[in-house]
C-alpha cells in the first residue's frame, strides 16, 4: 500500500473528564483538525466515525446523536462499533476507492458519562452461561495473566514495571488521565483487583475525542506539509468462548503480520521506530511484544528488562503513556494513531523519543483476552 | 469508480418468530446457506463484515465477538459497521469499499437481529435524545407518523386517498409474501381489514405496520478476478449512495427528505441514472410503513412530489406493474432490523442475477435496494445490475 492514503491532521482532547458536554466535545475536535488543515467541512468527503452504543451514555445508534457536530450533516458517512482503527482502515479505503478525496476519521468516547468499562464488557458475555458468572474484560485478563506468568515464567514484577513505566511517561502528556512516578512496589502493593492484577496495572476509565483528517496522495501534496502515510494495515477475530482459545496465542501476530506485509515489512524488530500500543493491563503489553514479533514467544518479560522499550530504547513502546494512562475505551485505537503521527512529525514535544521515527506502529484491541486485534503502520 | 464488484451469493433465515434457535444458530443459519450457494468455505473468504441494531435490541454488546464462530470469522480480518436501521445497506458499502479499494478479492458481509428475545420499541426510544426528545419520541411509529401527517399537509392529499392508497400497499406486499420462501408474515388482508385495523399512532394502523422479525442475511462481495475465476452470475454493484442529516426531529424537512433525495442521486450518477422510474427494473424499498414507502418513491424520483397515492392505485409499483416495488413483500412483511437492509440488497441481487424464484421480475436487470435509519435521519442505496 505504497502512499496512497496520508493523515494529514491530527486532533485530541482527553483526559478523566471534562465538564463540556458530548456534543462540545465532539464538535471541538472536529473544529480543531478542519483548522489544522486549513479546510472547512465543504472540503471533506466523507465521515467515518468510531463508538460503541454500550459505552455511549445510555443512548442508543450513536452515530445518530452526533451526526451534525462531527461534520457529517447531508454527507456520505457511516460508522465502526467498537474498535475506532477499523475507522482509520474504512476511511482509508473509501479514498483508496477514489470515490473521495478527504476523510474525517473520529473516535468518541465520554467514559465519564459511562458506568465502569467492565459494566459494559460484561455485555459481551452470552447470557446463557458467561454473564452469570460475572465474565468481565478485566475477569478474562486476571485468567489470561496467571497463564502467562505460569507457562513462561514471567514475573508479576516484570508485569509491574510496564506500568511503572507508561504511568511515568504519562507525566509528559498533557491529555494523560493517570500519571505518576512509581515504583513495581508500588504497582504490586495497589488494591489487588481481580488476582493477580492489581489496581495500577488495569486502565482507567477515560474520556477521548479523537480525529484525524486522511487524504488522497494529490490532496495530500496540496494540503500537507508533513504527510504521514498508512502503509498498512490488517485485523483479526479470534473465537469466541475463552475456554475455547489458547489465551496465549491469539490474533495479534495474524493483525500484525497483515499489516507488515502490507507495509513491506519483514524485520518489525529492525524497522519499527516507535509504538504505540493497547495495553489495559499492563502484562498485555509483554504479551503484545512477542504479537508484534518485537521479540520471541515468552520473552516479553526479559526484553522489558532489557530497556529495549523503555524512551531511551531501541522501540519506545507507548511514550505517551499508553491505555494504562488515558483509556477512552472506543477510540483508544485511533488514540494510539495520533500519537504515532505526532511522534513521526516530530510534534510530540515532552514525549517525543530521542530519535529519528520514520515507521510508527498503532495498535488497537478489544474484547475478553484481546479477542480483536488491529494493527496499523504509518510512515514519512 | 475503484475496481468493479460484484455479489456473487446470498443466504437468508427463513425469517420469522425463530425460537427454535439460538441467536448464534440464527446467524450461522443464513452464513451456512451462503456457502452451500456459492460453493465456497470460509478458507476462501478475506474479511468479514458485521453489523446489527444497538446492543439494547437483544442485550448484547458488540456482537462481532459472540458470533466470530457462526459468522466463520475466526482468523479473519474483521469490520463492525452499524448506523441503526440501515445498518444492513451500510454493512453492504463496507463490504463493497473493501473490494473496490483493492484491499479484498472476497468479503461476507452479515446482518442480523433476534428481535423476539427484546423489545424493539424501548430499544428505539434509547436512540432519542435523553433531555426533550426521548419523552415524546416513542419508538418508531410516532415519528412515522408524524412524517406521514406533514407528507398529507403538504401536498394537500385527501385523506382517504392517501388511506386507500396505504391499504392496496399493504393488501399488495402481503399478498407478494406469499411468493417468498424467506418471508415472516404471510397473510392474506383485504383492503377493509387495512383500513380498519385498531390504530397504532394515527393515521397509522395496526397493518401498515411491520412486524418484529428473528432473521439474519449473509452476502458475498466479490472483485472482477473472483467472478471471472468463479464463473458465477454476478449482481454487480453500480451505484452507492448515503446521506444523514440532523439529529433531532423537528430540524429538518421530512416531505421534501434531503438525506433520502440525495442518497439516491448519489448512486443514480455512480449508475448514470437519469429517469429511475424508467431505467430501473425493480426496487426493495425499505417500508416498514405502508405511507413511508409511498414518501420514498417521491424522494427517489419514481414520480413527482405528492402523486404517489395515485400511482399507487393505479398499479404502477406492483409486480405487474411500471417498476415493481417490494416483490419479495418488502420490510413490511419481514423486519430483522440489523439484516433488513441487507436482506432488500440480496433481494436486489437475486432480481437482477435471475434467481428470486416465485417472486421474480421478468428480465430485471437492474435493481434498487434502500435502507433507512435514525431518527428518521439516515438513507442508504445500493443499486445492482446484471451488466457491468
Not at chain 1, 509504538?275 to 489495559?280: D, K, L, S, V
Not at chain 2, 448484547?60 to 441503526?84: N, R, S, V
Not at chain 2, 437475486?350 to 435493481?367: F, N, R, S, W
Request: contains cysteine; hydrophobic residues 40%.
Amino acid at each position: 500500500m505504497a502512499k496512497q492514503v496520508a493523515i494529514v491532521a491530527v486532533a485530541q482532547n482527553a483526559g478523566a473528564e471534562s465538564k463540556d458536554n458530548f456534543y462540545d466535545q465532539a464538535y471541538a475536535v472536529t473544529k480543531e483538525v478542519l483548522d489544522k488543515a486549513g479546510m472547512t467541512r465543504d472540503d471533506i468527503g466523507t465521515v467515518i466515525s468510531a463508538s460503541s452504543d454500550v459505552f455511549h451514555g445510555g443512548i442508543s445508534c450513536a452515530n445518530s446523536y452526533y451526526w451534525e457536530t462531527t461534520g457529517a450533516f447531508l454527507k456520505n458517512a457511516s460508522r465502526q462499533d467498537g474498535e475506532s482503527l477499523f475507522a482509520l482502515f474504512y476511511g482509508a479505503m473509501r479514498i483508496m476507492t477514489g470515490h473521495y478525496d478527504t476523510a474525517l476519521v473520529i473516535g468518541l468516547c465520554k467514559g465519564s458519562e459511562n458506568p465502569s468499562n467492565d459494566t459494559c464488557t460484561l455485555m459481551y458475555a452470552d447470557p446463557f452461561y458467561q454473564r452469570g458468572v460475572g465474565l468481565t474484560e478485566t475477569m478474562a485478563a486476571a485468567l489470561q495473566m496467571r497463564l502467562y506468568m505460569e507457562r513462561y515464567g514471567v514475573t508479576e514484577e516484570q508485569c509491574a514495571k510496564v506500568a511503572v513505566k507508561n504511568l511515568g511517561n504519562g507525566l509528559r502528556n498533557p491529555y494523560a488521565h493517570k500519571k505518576g512516578r512509581y515504583t513495581v512496589d508500588d504497582i504490586l502493593g495497589s488494591e489487588r483487583l481481580i488476582d493477580p492484577l492489581t489496581a495500577l496495572q488495569v486502565a482507567p476509565k477515560s474520556e477521548g475525542m479523537v480525529a484525524l483528517i486522511l487524504a488522497s496522495a494529490k490532496k495530500a501534496k496540496e494540503v500537507a506539509d508533513k504527510p504521514v502515510w498508512i502503509k498498512g494495515f490488517g485485523s483479526s477475530l479470534d473465537n469466541y468462548y475463552v475456554g475455547d482459545r489458547d489465551l496465549l496465542n491469539g490474533q495479534l501476530k495474524n493483525a500484525a503480520d497483515r499489516a507488515y506485509k502490507m507495509a513491506g515489512i519483514t524485520d518489525p524488530e529492525k524497522k519499527i521506530d516507535v509504538a504505540e500500543i493497547t495495553e489495559p493491563y499492563a502484562f498485555q503489553e509483554l504479551m503484545w511484544y512477542e504479537g508484534l514479533g518485537f521479540c520471541k514467544e515468552g520473552e516479553g518479560g526479559r526484553l522489558m528488562d532489557s530497556g529495549f522499550t523503555g524512551m531511551n530504547g531501541r522501540i519506545p513502546v507507548n511514550p505517551s503513556g499508553g491505555v494504562l494512562a488515558n483509556n477512552p475505551y472506543v477510540s483508544r485505537g485511533l488514540q494510539r494513531v495520533v500519537e504515532a503521527v505526532l511522534q513521526i512529525r516530530g510534534e510530540a514535544g515532552e514525549k517525543q523519543v530521542p530519535k529519528t521515527v520514520k515507521t510508527a506502529l498503532a495498535h488497537g484491541t478489544h474484547g475478553y483476552a484481546g479477542q480483536c486485534h488491529a494493527v496499523a503502520i504509518l510512515g514519512r | 469508480m475503484g475496481r468493479p464488484v460484484a455479489i456473487i451469493g446470498v443466504g437468508q433465515t427463513k425469517h420469522g418468530r425463530r425460537m427454535d434457535v439460538s441467536y448464534p444458530e440464527l446467524v450461522r443459519e443464513a452464513v451456512v446457506a451462503v456457502f452451500n450457494e456459492t460453493g465456497l468455505t470460509p478458507n476462501d473468504i478475506d474479511g468479514v463484515v458485521s453489523g446489527t441494531m444497538p446492543s439494547m435490541m437483544e442485550g448484547i454488546a458488540l456482537t462481532h465477538f459472540y458470533f466470530a464462530d457462526a459468522m466463520q470469522a475466526a482468523g479473519k480480518p474483521i469490520m463492525k459497521t452499524e448506523t441503526c436501521g440501515s445498518t444492513g445497506v451500510s454493512i453492504a458499502h463496507t463490504a463493497y469499499y473493501w473490494v473496490a479499494s483493492g484491499m479484498a478479492d472476497l468479503v461476507l458481509a452479515v446482518g442480523h437481529e433476534k428481535m423476539n428475545e427484546g423489545n424493539s420499541q424501548a430499544t428505539m426510544t434509547t436512540v432519542a435524545e435523553p433531555f426533550y426528545q426521548r419523552y415524546f419520541i416513542s419508538g418508531a411509529p410516532g415519528v412515522f407518523s408524524m412524517q406521514s401527517q406533514m407528507w398529507m399537509d403538504r401536498y394537500n392529499i385527501p385523506e382517504e386517498k392517501i388511506r386507500d392508497a396505504a391499504a392496496f400497499i399493504s393488501v399488495t406486499h402481503h399478498d407478494d409474501a406469499f411468493d417468498n420462501p424467506y418471508a415472516h408474515i404471510k397473510m392474506k388482508v383485504t383492503m377493509d381489514e387495512v383500513k380498519n385495523a385498531r390504530i397504532i399512532t394515527y393515521p397509522v394502523r395496526l397493518l401498515d405496520v411491520c412486524p418484529n422479525s428473528d432473521g439474519a442475511c449473509a452476502v458475498i462481495f466479490a472483485s472482477k478476478d473472483m467472478v471471472k475465476k468463479l464463473g458465477r452470475k454476478p449482481a454487480w454493484v453500480k451505484g452507492v449512495g448515503y446521506r444523514g442529516e440532523e439529529y433531532f426531529f423537528g430540524d429538518s424537512d421530512k416531505v421534501v427528505w434531503e438525506s433520502a433525495i440525495q442518497a439516491a442521486k448519489q448512486a443514480y450518477d455512480q449508475a448514470g441514472i437519469k429517469n429511475p422510474r424508467k431505467e430501473l427494473d425493480v426496487a426493495e424499498v425499505y417500508n416498514p410503513f405502508t405511507f413511508q414507502e409511498m414518501l420514498f418513491y417521491e424522494c427517489f424520483g419514481f414520480c413527482e412530489p405528492g402523486e404517489s397515492p395515485d400511482m399507487v392505485l393505479k398499479g404502477t409499483f406492483t409486480r405487474k406493474g411500471e417498476l415493481p416495488c417490494d416483490p419479495s413483500g418488502g420490510t413490511l412483511c419481514t423486519n430483522p432490523i440489523g439484516a433488513t437492509g441487507l436482506i432488500r440488497v440480496a433481494e436486489a441481487a437475486l432480481q437482477v442475477t435471475g434467481k428470486a424464484g416465485d417472486h421474480q421480475i421478468p428480465k430485471a436487470k437492474l435493481a434498487l435496494s434502500h435502507a433507512m435509519g435514525g431518527v428518521d435521519q439516515f438513507n442508504g442505496i445500493m443499486i445492482l445490475g446484471s451488466k457491468l
